[in-house]
């Protein structure tokens, strides 16, 4: 409970007994003075409470307390660096003097700030609280606080009270002990709308007599509120006009459960499950609560937890049994029995077809064709709803509809569905039609490496390879490219050998003009013939009687540079005449940019300008002396003529004879 609510409960109830107990102010003259003490013997090392309150007083203006301490019986002791403490029913707000002098006096001294009006008696009727540590055993602590003269006293207490005019009020001195009351309980737990307990029946106080003191209820107790309220019981001690409060919370709680009734199994059709709800199958009551918190728990059919309603209703729509377990909770946290209610879904709805009524399929689709991927068929409570189909091919009733298809016929397909709770769909139709959509198949070739050999006699047609599905002889395109330029086959061909990149773009067709994508492959020639050396003007080992130059050709079928080193014995020539006879080694070597490389030697001789020279060489002769050799042959023709004729002419004569 709010300590400022019970503050101010406490400063209302103080305010109630003093309007109650202010008639007695005026009674009499005399204000008693009223020394309370907490007990009244002590051990040595003990605490000493001395409270000092007023009775009937008024015109109040200022009091002065001297309590005379003696070393060897008490001490006083500071409380919050203060002797002397003010309380919340003291008189004066603070005093003007609170201090222990030499001598062993504690001086206390207070006085109020306006003198129009003094104090009267109330509930504000205490002087102040002191504190004593006790030095020895005492037996009874009256005898150390005696009002008298202190020259006469080892200990002792003074207490003058003077009014508003100055003059001292007369005082009598009251010594009592403090009430002592038992009120032994923590707090009260009351159960809402129970009969509220009569709570002074717990209060127990033991050093007065019933007469010697009053008790006062205050804050009334609603049973039927929930939480915590206060009861507070207000104690009026006669003795010494001590006002004492006393609260103790009490707990208006709810300790019982709600109850569930309902129907423990329900049926539901599924056409109705759109509209369902749970809660209008039960009841949930409370003692208190008009509505208590409801907590619904889902189930499926193998007592799987699902986690929300709509899951939950999500899970009623594809299957036929369900279970909610039901608890019920209010305010304070009761909670009630679990109540079970299982469900059964009554299938009455159809099964779902979505269809096509016409379907065009590609040739190369037909031998992988299945009609039931084409058709979607949904039952919430079947997964495997029964599928009745005909297929039909020129109105005739068929067994294998891929057949018909190949041989590009129309194919119609008639069907019905049936779940397991023999609902029926209506009956349905779809025409099946093949398309040639399908382009034929070529194979890709990568780019090619070949020897300026094997170009010779290279044909690219002979790698490509197509196929299609229908046309048996589909058609393959071949365009020949040079340096990005369109020519012709032969052209083409021509320029490879020579060493020249070419490429060749190609794309297959068939008869239904289904064109493949088009490929290009690049067909690169490597070089490996070496060069061709030709030596024009000698031949191995003839004679010759000069030579002008020697004439040779070098040529090479890709390209002009040719590294060429030409000797004659030896040493390197330079295109000079030859007329020392001799024997001499014409060597030329030719190397082509691709590293190929050709050698060519030839041995001749150089030889005298006479017949001699030659021997018996007719080559030489014929090299060497051709005019005299033509001569000496048509000299020898005229003589060989001659003795022919004449020949002829002796035999003519001889026959005539």
């Known amino acids: 409970m709010n300590k400022k609510i019970i503050k101010l409960l406490t400063i209302v109830v103080l305010i109630f007994l003093s309007l109650l107990y202010r008639k007695n102010v005026y009674a009499s003259s005399t204000t008693k003075v009223h020394l309370i003490f907490n007990k009244i013997s002590y051990d040595a090392g003990e605490e000493i409470k001395l409270t000092i309150n007023l009775e009937n007083f008024s015109k109040l203006n200022e009091t002065k307390v001297i309590i005379k301490c003696n070393d060897n019986a008490f001490v006083p002791i500071m409380k919050n660096d203060r002797y002397g403490q003010i309380t919340n029913n003291s008189i004066y707000e603070s005093p003007i003097i609170n ?97 509220i307990p009569l709570f002074v029946n717990d209060i127990n106080i033991t050093n007065r007599n019933e007469n010697e003191y009053d008790l006062f209820f205050q ?25 004492i409060l006393l609260s103790k919370v009490v707990e208006v709680v709810d300790t019982t459960s709600p109850v569930i009734t309902g129907s423990n199994n ?84 159809a099964p779902t077809v979505d269809y096509p009524k016409e379907i065009n399929i590609k040739d190369v689709e037909i031998a992988d064709f299945d009609f039931m991927n084409y058709v979607t068929v949904t039952d ?40 397991k709770s023999s609902n029926k769909t209506q009956n349905y139709e779809t025409k099946i039609e093949v398309l040639d959509t399908t382009p034929p198949i070529i194979n890709n070739v990568e780019n090619i490496e070949i020897t300026d050999q094997e170009a010779i006699n290279f044909d690219f047609s002979k790698l490509v390879s197509i196929s299609d599905n229908i046309d048996k002889n589909p058609k393959i395109n071949f365009t020949y490219y040079l340096e990005s330029q369109e020519v012709s086959r032969d052209e083409w061909k021509k320029a490879i050998v020579r060493g020249h990149k070419g490429v060749i773009k190609y794309y297959g067709i068939d008869a239904s003009n289904n064109k493949t994508s088009a490929f290009d492959t690049e067909i690169i020639v490597c070089d490996i013939t070496p060069p061709v050396i ?74 005298e300008n006479n017949v001699i020279g030659c021997g018996g060489d007719i080559e030489c002769y014929l090299d060497n002396y051709f005019v005299v050799v033509v001569i000496a042959g048509i000299l020898m023709a005229i003589i060989l003529t001659i003795f022919i004729v004449r020949l002829c002419l002796w035999q003519k004569k001889k026959q005539v004879k």
């Open 99 to 195: 201090e222990y002098v030499l001598g062993g006096y504690l001086r206390f001294q207070l006085h109020k700030d306006n003198l129009s009006e003094g104090y009267y008696s109330g509930y504000k009727n205490n002087v102040g609280e002191f504190y004593f540590e006790t030095r020895k055993k005492i037996t009874n602590i009256y005898d150390y606080f005696r009002n008298g003269n202190f020259e006469s006293l080892t200990t002792g207490i003074n207490v003058s009270l003077y009014d508003i005019y100055n003059q001292e009020i007369s005082t009598e001195f009251k010594w009592s002990e403090k009430i002592k009351v038992d009120w032994n309980v923590d707090k009260y737990q009351l159960e809402v709308y129970d009969e």
């Open 380 to 419: 919430d409570y079947d997964s495997n709803p029964r599928f009745i189909i005909t297929y039909l091919c020129e109105n005739i009733e068929i067994e294998d509809q891929i057949d018909a298809l190949l041989r590009g016929k129309k194919v119609i397909v008639r069907y019905y569905v049936e779940d």
């Open 534 to 607: 030709k030596i024009h003007n000698i031949k191995e080992g003839n004679k010759y009687l000069k030579i002008e130059k020697l004439d040779y050709e070098v040529l090479d079928n890709f390209d002009g540079n040719i590294d060429i080193s030409v000797t004659l014995n030896g040493v390197e020539y330079h295109n000079e005449g030859i007329t020392k006879p001799g024997e001499y080694v014409f060597k030329v070597t030719a190397v082509d940019s691709s590293g190929n490389e050709s050698i060519k030697e030839v041995k001749f001789e150089i030889i």
């Open 266 to 349: 329900i049926s539901v059709e599924s056409n109705k499950l759109r509209d369902f709800k749970i809660t209008e199958y039960f009841v949930a009551s409370d003692n208190y609560d008009k509505t208590p918190e409801v907590v619904i728990t889902y189930y499926d059919v193998d007592n799987k937890l699902i986690n929300n309603q709509n899951l939950f209703l999500e899970y009623l729509l594809t299957h036929v049994q369900a279970k909610v377990v039901i608890k019920s909770l209010d305010s304070s946290g009761n909670a009630s029995d679990e109540f079970e209610i299982i469900i059964e879904i009554k299938d009455v709805e």
């Open 219 to 243: 804050d009334k107790i609603n049973n039927k509120n929930l939480g915590s309220q206060v009861v507070t019981i207000a104690i009026y001690d006669k003795v010494n006009a001590d006002y």
